[in-house]
């Protein structure tokens, strides 16, 4: 390998490096008006009768997802590189969504 190429290839990887630990250490937290509207798509989707939710892990007026009065968790992740598979589990977390997909 070139001894020119080497640094170019050590800053790429560090920049590249950083650049994942930013991404997965950064959780996107929501507002409350967007929980409401998830947790309404939420009742929907489900056919939820559940009339209440509860903000979970509130950082002031931003909160990391909501927990639906059926039981159902919804959390504010932003998806890693192909990590959609969390998504997919998280339907399935619900009773009421898993008797809709099977
Ligand atoms: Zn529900």
Aim: net charge positive; glycine share 6%.
């Amino acid at each position: 390998m070139e001894p020119i190429l080497l640094p170019a290839v050590w800053t790429v990887f560090t920049g590249y490096l950083l650049w994942w630990m930013l991404v997965v250490k950064r959780s996107e937290p929501i507002t409350a008006d967007e929980a409401k509207m998830l947790w309404k798509i939420h009742k929907k989707n489900a056919h939820c009768s559940g009339q209440k939710w509860e903000p979970l892990r509130r950082k002031g007026d931003r909160i990391e997802g909501f927990q639906c009065e059926c039981g159902y968790q919804y959390e504010q992740k932003r998806p890693i590189v192909a990590g959609t598979h969390r998504t997919s589990k998280q339907v399935y977390m619900n009773p009421f969504e898993e008797n809709l997909t099977l």
